[in-house]
């Protein structure tokens, strides 16, 4: 349709166009896609064969949807991905506060606009990306923000006495008339507001200070809440949970491969940034395993979560530990380090909700534990499992390497060391080397300096070598020598 020449009731009346509720326009959009097997729902990863059919199954029943998951799981991403399924261009009563439909006018600024001029009313057009509302539920949200209220001024403008249905001013779910409207975080919004939605959401009655009008909204509403949230803070009242077509429950990614998909995505990183620092693949599968040992660690609070975010801002911040070393050292390129993950913490340590155990704990101490776990759970897709008993004559893979280290006095990794002289370091390990070559003889060359830390930090949290943090860096000793020295 030429929106460019249609700007008259007469025109667009003229050209065909027939008036759709925005329900059946989600869904009409959708089928189309679902038969040219388009993805509707592009950049979300791991919900293809859960929450997306579920999204689809909603949209297609013409419902109202509530999301309900943990934070972090793209509920209100998803929201904003169904403006995608809206036609490019709608048409509206100029003037009209409410996006009133030309065909089916519902204010009494329209009525009486159509009732005036005819066919000759003016028609504005709105882009999609403007019929989307979103509203965060917060205690202080009142009946007046969300539905509306007497406004005196206008009535002293208009001269018109407080009985007159004009001296209204519309709150934000009548400005969202024909749109997608968002309350995120339902539990979080007070009951009696609450109440204001139900007829809202089945009959289309808006009650204002005594005014009964009835204006049969046309709307798609998309609630979230956090199942958190139904004890912390509030529920959802069963009057409105029963007005809501489909509750929608999302979850986090199930697999590695997701979730480096997910950081990678959603990371914020200067393309600079990325030239300068190599980051082997192992590093990667490393950081979003220290997610997924935090959503099953003793000390962080389950039913709070641990959202992606912490992945995407733990990642953002391991690549500037590297930048920050390779600036200090005035290097064109760097490669990602294990003792660079130490910069993470901060990433970690706001991200997560302790219990009282890891309260106890410390945060950082917590953090450094689900780095320890992440190791061990990575460690034996590398190299031999390291069984925490053995006869006392059995010899393992790692005797060579442990004896290394208690014959010296000690390995030292300074923080900020330039990259000719951490790779020397490293080299000069010959058990270390060894390893590397008979356990992972195909791996590149970039990615092997990274292995050999991986190594040593894996040997640590299996108890055959210690480590120790000093002002510059780390040092990784023979365990038992640690003792005997009372370090």
Same mark, same amino acid.
């Given at each position: ?14 050209? =065909? ?8 326009? #989600? ?7 679902? $038969? ?20 689809? $199954? ?6 109202? /949807? ?61 882009? $999609? ?28 403008? #208009?001269? #018109? ?9 519309? =709150?934000? /779910? ?17 009951? $009696? /507001? ?9 009959? =289309? ?88 040992? +935090? ?52 990433? /970690? ?11 106890? !704990?410390?945060? +950082? ?7 320890? !776990? ?19 004559? !059995? ?7 442990? !004896? ?5 006095? =000690? ?5 900020? #060391? ?70």
């Amino acid at each position: 349709m030429d929106k460019g020449n249609i700007r008259t009731l007469g025109a667009l009346k003229k050209a =065909g166009y027939q008036s759709k509720s925005i329900k059946d326009e #989600l869904r009409d959009n959708l089928k189309e896609k679902i $038969r040219n097997k388009e993805n509707a729902f592009e950049g979300i990863h791991g919900y293809e064969y859960s929450v997306i059919p579920e999204l689809e $199954r909603a949209i297609l029943s013409r419902h109202n /949807i509530n999301f309900l998951g943990l934070r972090g799981q793209a509920k209100t991403r998803l929201a904003r991905l169904m403006v995608n399924l809206l036609d490019e261009w709608m048409p509206v009563v100029e003037g009209s506060e409410i996006n009133d439909d030309p065909l089916r006018p519902i204010s009494r600024y329209a009525k009486d606009l159509l009732n005036t001029k005819g066919d000759e009313t003016p028609v504005s057009w709105i882009h $999609r990306d403007e019929r989307f509302f979103e509203k965060l539920a917060t205690p202080d949200v009142t009946v007046a923000d969300l539905i509306g209220d007497v406004d005196p001024i206008k009535a002293a403008n #208009l001269r #018109l006495s407080y009985a007159d249905e004009r001296v209204i001013h519309f =709150g934000m /779910i009548p400005r969202a008339n024909r749109s997608i409207f968002v309350i995120n975080e339902l539990p979080d919004l007070q009951a $009696r /507001i609450q109440v204001a939605l139900f007829n809202i959401l089945q009959e =289309g009655d808006v009650q204002i200070r005594g005014f009964k009008l009835r204006l049969p909204l046309d709307m798609q509403f998309v609630f979230t809440a956090n199942p958190e949230d139904y004890t912390n803070r509030g529920s959802i009242v069963t009057p409105l949970k029963d007005r809501i077509g489909s509750q929608i429950l999302t979850h986090y990614p199930e697999s590695i491969e997701v979730a480096k998909v997910i950081t990678a995505q959603e990371a914020q990183l200067d393309d600079r940034q990325k030239e300068l620092v190599y980051v082997p693949e192992i590093a990667k599968d490393l950081l979003e395993q220290i997610s997924f040992e +935090a959503r099953d660690s003793e000390f962080i609070d389950h039913k709070s979560g641990v959202s992606a975010r912490m992945s995407i801002t733990a990642f953002e911040n391991l690549l500037s530990t590297a930048e920050r070393r390779a600036i200090k050292n005035g290097e064109e390129q760097t490669m990602l380090r294990f003792g660079d993950f130490l910069g993470v913490i901060p990433s /970690i340590t706001g991200k997560v909700e302790l219990v009282y155990e890891g309260e106890q !704990e410390g945060a +950082a101490f917590v953090a450094l534990q689900l780095i320890g !776990e992440a190791v061990k759970t990575l460690f034996p897709n590398y190299f031999p499992k390291i069984e925490k008993l053995k006869r006392p004559d !059995e010899t393992t893979p790692y005797d060579d390497l442990v !004896e290394w280290f208690f014959e010296g006095s =000690g390995f030292e990794l300074p923080d900020d #060391l330039p990259e000719a002289e951490y790779k020397e370091k490293l080299d000069s390990v010959e058990p270390l080397n060894e390893l590397i070559q008979k356990y992972q003889p195909e791996v590149d060359d970039k990615d092997k300096y990274f292995m050999k830390e991986f190594l040593l930090w894996a040997l640590v949290e299996y108890k055959k070598l210690s480590k120790h943090r000093f002002s510059k860096g780390l040092q990784f000793k023979d365990l038992y020598g640690s003792y005997i020295s009372g370090l």
